[in-house]
């Protein structure tokens, strides 16, 4: 049985204990004068010590009990003060930090102010409360910016009826690369903010906002360029070089960092020559001669002109701002057709064509270290072959049409994999040009289109002589110029055509939304 050092043993001592305190006394008594004297001295004290009897009567340890039980629980209520007070004032600062929905609005502070006797305001003495700390407000969205608020105005104007359906829209317009949208932290409260109801019941731009997008528009029209450093004092300089630097670019003639230097040093000669003799302050602070570097005139641009370096891009086709309404129009005609002329699933068939390079180029290579010239053999490559990609709403993939470039069939394949895939359907051709005409397009019905009709008419029990199919296609000169679709109607007129919307291909053909890309991925690996 293990004792502390600091409490006391309440429990009388055993009598084998005390006869041995007894036997200690009478040895310390009878031992004579010697070193082992004081040792045994010490341990006779420490064990009376131990096994003292504690002579309190019931009522004081009762009392003790009680004394040390109270005490016990005044502590344990008062830790739970403390505790419930912690955590009350952490909710109060949780819900102090957090930032409210929308934008935030002024609260002011109320101002302490003292009345003396004659009715003077008095200050506030020393050692008074500061007011509260202006709270830094969180990110703001400026929503009228025009790559944000075209769009917004363009879908609120879709849908006029219905916010709601305005903002789903929005938040669903999601960009390549990003995970979300740019408008996941618009609300409709915002909108409703914006827009009212007219007497039709249809959203229109509230009055007060439409004014302020006007003033807006109209500052940043007037909006002049204002020079600073060293054109500070060459207001007209600072205007012949920015002048200068709109019209060569309003002519669409490439601009770069060396251009604009001779162009920013032609204009410093010839209006104020001089400032090339001022002095500015370099990058570690000392004073040097001025001198038009290709940094100063990328800086020059990209402060004052707002400019940035950006890639050629090339002319393409303009995405129609209701290719929505047209791709459900283009579903609905598809879906009664289909519906009219009891067309199965493998029968509805999309074909779209795209180029397969013979050899892949690539911008960029693996090369050792410290390598000047860097080479690759695909780099000036151009021989390419134009290939038919189609496929079924079921899910099924047609066979290929391959054209290679040639003017005889000697370019064509002939080797086993390529009598085989010939066997299964496959068409492999040539052209002086390998690109698609009317003579491709009528071998492509024939070959791969109407064959697949036939066979999938079999598998399924229908009548090939009767059994129409529906052939959806984008709107190429080959396919939409007379001569083809007489083609189609006297020799194929059981291939129903139905044409996608224009530049609409790039959201509504399957080809190009789905198939094109792991397609050209296959066939690089």
């Known amino acids: 049985m293990g004792h502390s050092g600091h409490s006391r043993v309440k429990l009388q001592a055993p009598l084998a204990w005390l006869d041995l305190r007894v036997r200690a006394k009478e040895l310390l008594q009878e031992e004579a004068l010697g070193p082992g004297v004081m040792a045994l001295g010490v341990r006779v004290a420490t064990i009376t010590r131990f096994f003292s009897v504690d002579k309190k009567s019931e009522e004081e340890k009762a009392a003790d009990r009680k004394s040390a039980l109270t005490k016990w629980r005044d502590e344990e209520n008062a830790r739970l003060?403390?505790?419930?007070?912690?955590?009350?004032?952490?909710?109060?600062?949780?819900?102090?930090?957090?930032?409210?929905?929308?934008?935030?609005?002024?609260?002011?502070?109320?101002?302490?102010?003292?009345?003396?006797?004659?009715?003077?305001?008095?200050?506030?003495?020393?050692?008074?409360?500061?007011?509260?700390?202006?709270?830094?407000?969180?990110?703001?969205?400026?929503?009228?910016?025009?790559?944000?608020?075209?769009?917004?105005?363009?879908?609120?104007?879709?849908?006029?009826?219905?916010?709601?359906?305005?903002?789903?829209?929005?938040?669903?317009?999601?960009?390549?690369?990003r995970l979300g949208s740019p408008f996941d932290k618009l609300i409709v409260q915002m909108l409703k903010g914006w827009f009212e109801k007219n007497e039709e019941g249809v959203f229109v731009l509230k009055r007060k906002v439409a004014d302020c997008i006007t003033l807006q528009n109209a500052r940043k029209a007037s909006h002049k360029p204002r020079p600073t450093g060293i054109f500070t004092e060459f207001l007209e300089t600072f205007e012949l070089v920015c002048k200068t630097l709109k019209g060569v670019k309003d002519a669409r003639q490439p601009l770069d960092g060396g251009i604009i230097q001779g162009i920013m040093q032609?204009?410093?000669?010839?209006?104020?020559?001089?400032?090339?003799?001022?002095?500015?302050?370099?990058?570690?602070?000392?004073?040097?001669?001025?001198?038009?570097?290709?940094?100063?005139?990328?800086a020059f641009v990209r402060k004052h002109l707002g400019w940035m370096w950006r890639r050629v891009t090339t002319a393409a086709s303009k995405l129609s701002e209701d290719w929505e309404k047209q791709g459900d129009e283009t579903a609905y005609r598809v879906a009664a057709l289909c519906k009219l002329h009891n067309i199965p699933l493998e029968l509805v068939v999309n074909s779209d064509q795209t180029t397969i390079y013979v050899w892949p180029a690539a911008e960029q290579t693996y090369e050792t270290k410290g390598v000047k010239a860097v080479q690759s053999l695909g780099k000036d490559e151009k021989r390419q072959i134009t290939g038919m990609v189609n496929s079924t709403s079921s899910g099924s993939m047609l066979p290929l049409q391959l054209i290679f470039q040639g003017k005889t069939t000697t370019v064509v394949p002939n080797h086993v994999e390529a009598r085989e895939a010939v066997r299964k359907g496959w068409d492999l051709t040539n052209l002086e040009n390998h690109w698609l005409n009317q003579t491709t397009m009528k071998r492509f019905v024939e070959k791969v289109l109407d064959p697949w009709r036939v066979e999938k008419c079999k598998e399924l029990g229908l009548d090939s002589s009767k059994q129409k199919m529906m052939w959806l296609i984008d709107c190429w000169k080959v396919h939409t110029s007379e001569e083809f679709r007489n083609c189609l109607k006297e020799n194929h007129p059981l291939v129903h055509y139905f044409y996608v919307a224009a530049?609409?291909?790039?959201?509504?053909?399957?080809?190009?939304v789905v198939l094109q890309r792991p397609f050209k991925h296959g066939f690089r690996k």
């Open 266 to 298: 032609g204009c410093i000669q010839q209006s104020a020559p001089e400032m090339f003799q001022g002095t500015v302050t370099g990058k570690r602070g000392e004073d040097v001669k001025f001198s038009v570097l290709k940094t100063f005139g990328k």
């Open 503 to 512: 530049n609409c291909t790039s959201k509504l053909q399957p080809a190009d």
């Open 81 to 177: 003060a403390r505790k419930k007070e912690a955590e009350v004032a952490a909710e109060v600062k949780r819900l102090a930090s957090k930032r409210p929905i929308g934008k935030p609005k002024k609260v002011r502070q109320a101002q302490a102010v003292l009345v003396g006797q004659e009715g003077e305001e008095g200050n506030l003495e020393d050692g008074g409360e500061e007011p509260p700390a202006k709270k830094k407000r969180g990110p703001y969205t400026n929503w009228f910016v025009p790559d944000l608020w075209n769009f917004i105005f363009a879908i609120v104007k879709k849908h006029p009826k219905n916010l709601y359906d305005a903002l789903f829209s929005l938040q669903h317009n999601k960009k390549p690369g």
